[in-house]
Each structure stands twice: as structure tokens, then as C-alpha cells.
């Protein structure tokens, strides 16, 4: 596969994962709409108590001048719905701002909302701020500097549409009195909101469908290019039996004592340019899942792109903390060929739909467990054995000169396993991975 194709490919694949994102948001958007809004347009969550020995509650309700232009160009209305638990008490709602609420509950006390755990809408997943005051506030519908509010028996609703500054929404007795016990509902109606989700939706599917005109154009341009090493490996692989992977780790005679100390800093180009490649690499897994499940067979330039990508991270890490056994700087490349580390999967031509929806996940459990310890670690452990090992050799190599080739072996080993089995988890065979380091 060509540079140009790569690029492609991997463009494609970004494309595909913004589209995916888009589709995702667009998604959540109209099932939070679907799920919260009521007959008014509405998004409301259910009433909670509020129950607290003090003059007021109050809660903030602050809006910035930087998103100002937003809430100007697209109203947002604020519902709250409240009434006395006692049937003779009234309850009073209002909105003003800070300094205003400040300056008439001084020396009050009262009760800030500091926040809710929406999990559980009782009386106690609201968190307060209590503030201590002496003093008896006159009856808050008296005052004139409420922005919004409503008084009086039974339910009662404020409507406030959002503007900028610093407000506090207040809680009360419709007297003035001490120890509030309320319900309260608070909801939110934004016209934008439902045309944010559509558009979303829309933005995703041209994109997703642009994203995957462009992986699969890309895919059947792309014609398969065979191993220099390995010109008939399909047919010998099929008659024998084993599994049909080849890796290749050749011995570096000549190696630097202390190299490996900055191949860290050596290969960040590498792990940048493998980053955009495993996320083409897992668009591409998905549309080759789809495909065999519905034809059998694997996209061949799909296929050629994901083995490309395994055999480029097994480059970096035999150069790089995964076996550090050459020297040879790995090249920027998808091909077999030129480099002392090397892989390479038989292609296909039929697979098993039905343990393609399987072999990645359930029946890979047990190498998984494996390449686990091998590579990342176990229980407290947090690097792998082949990593550990690796940079033992390492050590060796700087006081010693040498790289003792068994222990070069048996890092490989551990490698081999890891690699088959990614094989096996990229859909490449459906030959099940032995459990074994040689070949």
C-alpha cells in the first residue's frame, strides 16, 4: 500500500470516528429530550424535597458574559415549580441578583444548595452550605428587586429566561418564616435543543458516509503486494495446518551499550504517526467485522492495512522497550521487507461469519490473560514480563557489551504469542493461536 493510500486511509478513518462522535452526541441529545422533556418542552427531572431549619434556601444560578451571545440568540427559559409540604403554609420562589439576596438575607439564616446527586432525588442528595444569622428577614414578596418570582398557596411556577450575570435563586415561606419544607421540580426549555441534536445527526451520517466512501475506495484500489520472504506462504500454510503467521526477529550483532537509554525520545515520531494508524486500524477492524459477517471474505486492502500496522508496531518494538535487540532505526513504511524485524499473515480467502462475532472477545479470553502478565503486568504489577526482561538486557548490554541471545530468545517468544494473538483479535485467521513461545 502507497504512502497516498495511507494517508487516505487513515483520513478516513478520522472521518469516520468525528462521525461516529457526531452521531454519538446528536444520539444522546434526543434521548435525554425523549426521556426528560414533558408536553411543554420542558427538560424537568422529578421534585426533591427541600427541607432545612433555616429562613431560606438559595442555590446560584450564574451566567457568564462570554456565552452571552449564545443565551441572547437562543432563549433559555428556567422553570421552577415548588409547594409547601404543610397545606396551610404558602411558598415563595424568586430570582435576583447575588447582591441583592445578599444584602437581604444578611445576618439571616439560611441555606446554600452546593450541589445534587442526581442518582438520588431524595432529601438527602442535596448538599447545603448553612450560614448563620440572628436575624428575622421581612416577607420576601415585600421586596422589589426579585427579577422573576411567584407567592402564594398549592403549586407555584417561576419562569425566567437566562441572562447574563451573577443570580440566586431563593427558596421561602411565603411569611418570612423559619424551617423550610418544600418540593421542587426545576426544568429547562431550549428551542436550540432539539436542532442541535438533528443537526448533529445529519453532520455525523455525511461525514460517516464520506469517511467510509473514502476507506473503501481506498480498500479496493489497494491490491496486495507479497512478501519478499514469504512469495507462496498462502499454499504451504493451508496444507499444513499451522498457523498461518510469520515473525521474523534476526539477530543485531552489533549493538550500542547505551542506545536504548534514549530510544524512548528516539521513536516519538514513530509512537505519533502509530497513534493515527491503530485509529484507522480500529475503523477498519469494524468494517472488516461487517464485511465477513456478511460475505465471508476480509477486504483485501483492509486486510494489507492492518497487517501493515502490526508489522509497523513490531518494528518499533523490537527496535524500541519490547525487546531493544537492533539498532536499525525502523522505517517509516507499511511494507515487508528491509527491516531485521518483520511479520506477515496468510490472507484469507474464506472466514466464519459466526466466529467472527466471537473469536475476539470470548474465545481469546485465555491469551489474553496470558499476554497480560506478559506485556502490561498483573496485580500490582504494572509493566509486563517481555518489558521487564527487556530492559534487564539492556542493563547487561550497558556493563557487559552483550545481549545474551537466550534471553533474546525468550523475549521474542513472549512477543511471538503477543502478536499472534492480536492477529487472531484483528480477525486476520480464524486459526486459533497456539499456546506456545517458539514458532
Excluded at 509486563?384 to 541471545?405: D, N
Aim: net charge negative; hydrophobic share 50%; charged share 15%.
Amino acid at each position: 500500500m502507497s504512502a497516498g493510500r495511507v494517508v487516505s486511509l487513515v483520513v478516513g478513518s478520522l472521518v469516520v470516528l468525528v462521525a461516529i462522535a457526531l452521531l454519538l452526541g446528536g444520539g444522546a441529545i434526543l434521548v435525554v429530550e425523549r426521556a426528560f422533556g414533558d408536553d411543554e418542552g420542558f427538560l424537568a427531572v422529578d421534585s426533591i424535597a427541600l427541607h432545612r431549619d433555616a429562613f431560606a434556601i438559595t442555590a446560584p444560578a450564574t451566567i457568564d458574559g462570554e456565552s452571552y451571545w449564545w443565551w441572547w440568540d437562543h432563549p433559555t427559559t428556567l422553570r421552577v415549580e415548588a409547594k409547601a409540604v404543610a397545606a396551610h403554609g404558602g411558598v415563595f420562589i424568586g430570582v435576583a441578583s447575588r447582591s441583592d439576596v445578599e444584602t437581604y438575607l444578611k445576618d439571616v439564616a439560611y441555606a446554600e444548595i452546593g450541589g445534587f446527586r442526581f442518582a438520588d432525588m431524595s432529601e438527602e442528595a442535596v448538599e447545603y452550605r448553612d450560614r448563620i444569622g440572628v436575624s428575622v428577614p421581612a416577607a420576601p414578596a415585600s421586596q422589589r428587586f426579585w427579577k422573576s418570582s411567584a407567592t402564594g398557596g398549592g403549586l407555584q411556577t417561576l419562569l425566567w429566561n437566562f441572562e447574563v450575570g451573577d443570580w440566586v435563586l431563593v427558596a421561602m415561606n411565603a411569611d418570612g418564616s423559619g424551617l423550610v419544607d418544600i418540593t421542587c421540580s426545576v426544568g429547562v426549555k431550549a428551542p436550540w435543543f432539539h436542532g442541535t441534536g438533528v443537526g448533529l445527526l445529519v453532520a455525523g451520517l455525511v461525514l460517516l458516509a464520506v469517511g467510509l466512501a473514502l476507506v473503501l475506495f481506498v480498500a479496493r484500489q489497494t491490491r496486495a503486494v507479497p512478501s519478499p520472504e514469504q512469495p507462496a506462504a498462502s499454499g504451504a500454510s493451508a496444507a499444513s495446518g499451522s498457523f498461518p503467521f510469520t515473525f521474523q526477529a534476526e539477530k543485531d550483532a552489533a549493538l550500542s551499550p547505551a542506545l536504548w537509554l534514549v530510544k524512548w525520545f528516539l521513536l516519538i515520531p514513530h509512537y505519533v504517526v502509530l497513534g493515527f494508524l491503530f485509529a484507522g486500524f480500529a475503523v477498519s477492524w469494524l468494517i472488516s467485522l461487517v464485511a465477513i459477517l456478511f460475505t465471508g471474505r476480509y477486504p483485501r486492502g483492509l486486510f494489507d492495512y492492518n497487517v501493515g500496522v502490526l508489522r509497523w508496531a513490531w518494528r518499533v518494538g523490537y527496535y524500541g522497550y519490547q525487546a531493544l535487540a537492533t539498532d536499525h532505526y525502523p522505517p517509516f513504511t507499511l511494507r515487508a521487507g528491509g527491516y531485521p524485524a518483520d511479520l506477515d499473515v496468510v490472507y484469507p480467502e474464506r472466514l466464519s461469519p459466526g466466529l467472527v462475532l466471537v473469536k475476539w472477545w470470548l474465545l481469546a479470553i485465555p491469551h489474553y490473560v496470558v499476554i497480560a502478565f506478559l506485556q502490561c503486568g498483573a496485580g500490582s504489577w504494572r509493566v509486563g514480563l517481555a518489558p521487564i526482561l527487556s530492559v534487564f538486557a539492556g542493563v547487561m548490554l550497558l556493563f557487559t557489551g552483550t545481549y545474551p541471545e537466550d534471553l533474546r530468545r525468550l523475549i521474542v517468544g513472549m512477543d511471538r504469542w503477543t502478536y499472534r494473538v492480536f492477529a487472531y483479535a484483528a480477525l486476520l485467521t480464524d486459526a486459533y493461536p497456539p499456546f506456545r513461545l517458539d514458532e
